[in-house]
DNA sequence: TTGCACATGAGAATTATTCTCATGTAGGAT
DNA sequence: ATCCTACATGAGAATAATTCTCATGTGCAA
């Protein structure tokens, strides 16, 4: 239950954060920006502030039940961290986005981390190119 | 000579140019915001719009001479592309700034979008950690 | 059931960046 | 050297994304 993440984490159940976990939990799309869940939302009947919607991802990023993402040109999006850590492929073109995890570059972060006499706490990694769908290698056409 | 630079990417020699690009190639630090440039040149004398700033920017980069960076919650910075390619690591808590360029990671990320189908154009990779300078350690206490 | 700390909505405010448009200028052609 | 034209510039307006303000509403512990 969505009520139960809320309080595991220190925040009240309300509404709003409960129609935007479950949101999170039901899109189709994994990453989605504020004014996406904001619309989303309101189009369903859910009408919920936008200023609330920021506010509650905000919440949930500091709680760890979302991270955020800073795509090349795009806005931020937010995605429900669900499942073990990993990074991103978008593609250029259609903007399509896959994940993957590769245990030797995590590793490898690591180490140079501490060479740098830095102790890691975070790191973000995306890559960009062009995607093999065939759909997509039309649209540039 | 700076002239050179422009003129071999297309771009005429203009004074506002010209100032850019020297502020990049002098500046003590290697990452700068826009505005930070603007107010620095305003400060040298050298009053030049803030809207040229931007436009001289994206037209460097789109050159290649220079590289822009978002490093989470900070403003976009620019950064003159000088010499091989290098990813960075920033401290969180001071925002210095150290670069790095690792052979093992960047194999990797040919081979991993290779194997999801992808043509790599480009990737961001940003470490972020807490520094061991002493400085920076007390800024926290 | 009540009180109060915290949450919400609406719109204003802020921040970063881009656009508009009237005017200026680099640099190729003459 | 001079002229012409395409491109560049400055100033401020416009836009986009996000955060703030503040009056009002509500979860939930006592």
Same mark, same amino acid.
């Given at each position: 239950?969505?009520?139960?993440?809320?309080?595991?984490?220190?925040? +009240?159940?309300?509404?709003?954060?409960?129609?935007?976990?479950?949101?999170?939990?039901?899109?189709?799309?994994?990453?989605?920006?504020?004014?996406?869940?904001?619309?989303?939302?309101?189009?369903?009947?859910?009408?919920?502030?936008?200023?609330?919607?920021?506010?509650?991802?905000?919440?949930?990023?500091?709680?760890?039940?979302?991270?955020?993402?800073?795509?090349?040109?795009?806005?931020?999006?937010?995605?429900?961290?669900?499942?073990?850590?990993?990074?991103?492929?978008?593609?250029?073109?259609?903007?399509?986005?896959?994940?993957?995890?590769? +245990?030797?570059?995590?590793?490898?972060?690591?180490?140079?981390?501490?060479?740098?006499?830095?102790?890691?706490?975070?790191?973000?990694?995306?890559?960009?190119?062009?995607?093999?769908?065939?759909?997509?290698?039309?649209?540039?056409?």
């Amino acid at each position: 239950m969505e009520s139960e993440e809320l309080r595991n984490v220190g925040l +009240k159940v309300t509404t709003p954060r409960l129609k935007i976990l479950s949101l999170l939990e039901n899109a189709s799309e994994k990453h989605m920006t504020a004014e996406t869940i904001y619309r989303q939302l309101g189009e369903s009947g859910e009408v919920i502030g936008l200023a609330t919607v920021y506010r509650a991802l905000a919440q949930f990023e500091a709680a760890g039940l979302v991270t955020r993402h800073q795509f090349d040109g795009g806005q931020t999006v937010f995605e429900l961290e669900r499942g073990p850590h990993h990074d991103h492929i978008v593609c250029v073109r259609c903007g399509r986005v896959e994940e993957f995890y590769d +245990k030797v570059i995590e590793e490898r972060q690591r180490v140079i981390a501490a060479q740098l006499g830095f102790t890691l706490s975070d790191h973000a990694l995306t890559l960009y190119g062009e995607c093999n769908d065939p759909a997509c290698r039309e649209s540039k056409a």
